[in-house]
T-cell receptor, first 114, second 115 residues
């Protein structure tokens, strides 16, 4: 079965870089995602990476994918207090009946301190 | 205009009651989902409908029954509520295309508290 693991907490200082890590088990995953959840809100898609890529950069966000080790990371440059949230990685399974199933990681609570 | 809207935002009820949560999306998506987030923030899929047809039914008790009257709506009815049902329930939708990158759009959640 699918299993997506993340460390539970990360604390950084404002202006530093944050690196959030994720390991997954399903080697057939085609897309891997990073979602952000702010308090009292739903999940918001931040970025994604296709499985044949090993890096994707999107402004302050850098996604690294090591497919051999099934390891995904999200780097946030110049972390701001507004980045404080829970970050979820997710892997995608394509369903034969249509639609998609996203299996989410356990979530990493990022706290940004002044 | 909210893309995925669910009501109510908060639901407090007694054990044994029956309650419903409604979800609507105005994105023209074919697929809708219900996810449950427990107190440790762990998210798990419960159901998914593609064009009103059930395609995912994870090991969810029979007390939970999703209903999709049309592809823009996916409601969740829960019978005989138990304490362990307390969680935040998220509705989501996606275009439902298998061959391209799919993005899920989430509602803001329904906090269910069973007393």
């Amino acid at each position: 079965g699918e299993d997506v693991e993340q460390s539970l907490f990360l604390s950084v200082r404002e202006g530093d870089s944050s690196v959030i890590n994720c390991t997954y088990t399903d080697s057939s995953s085609t897309y891997l995602y990073w979602y952000k959840q702010e308090p009292g809100a739903g999940l918001q898609l931040l970025t994604y990476i296709f499985s044949n890529m090993d890096m994707k950069q999107d402004q302050r966000l850098t996604v690294l994918l090591n497919k051999k080790d099934k390891h995904l990371s999200l780097r946030i440059a110049d972390t701001q207090t507004g980045d404080s949230a829970i970050y979820f990685c997710a892997e995608r399974d394509i369903l034969t009946g249509g639609g998609n199933k996203l299996t989410f990681g356990t979530g990493t609570q990022l706290k940004v301190e002044l | 205009d909210t893309a995925v809207s669910q009501t109510p935002k908060y639901l407090v009820t007694q054990m044994g009651n029956d309650k419903s949560i409604k979800c609507e999306q105005n994105l023209g998506h074919d697929t809708m989902y219900w996810y449950k987030q427990d107190s440790k923030k762990f998210l798990k899929i419960m159901f998914s409908y593609n064009n009103k047809e059930l395609i995912i039914n994870e090991t969810v008790p029979n007390r939970f029954s999703p209903k999709s009257p049309d592809k823009a709506h996916l409601n969740l009815h829960i019978n005989s509520l138990e304490l362990g049902d307390s969680a935040v329930y998220f509705c989501a939708s996606s275009r439902g295309q298998r061959s391209t990158n799919e993005k899920l759009f989430f509602g803001s959640g329904t906090q269910l508290s069973v007393l």
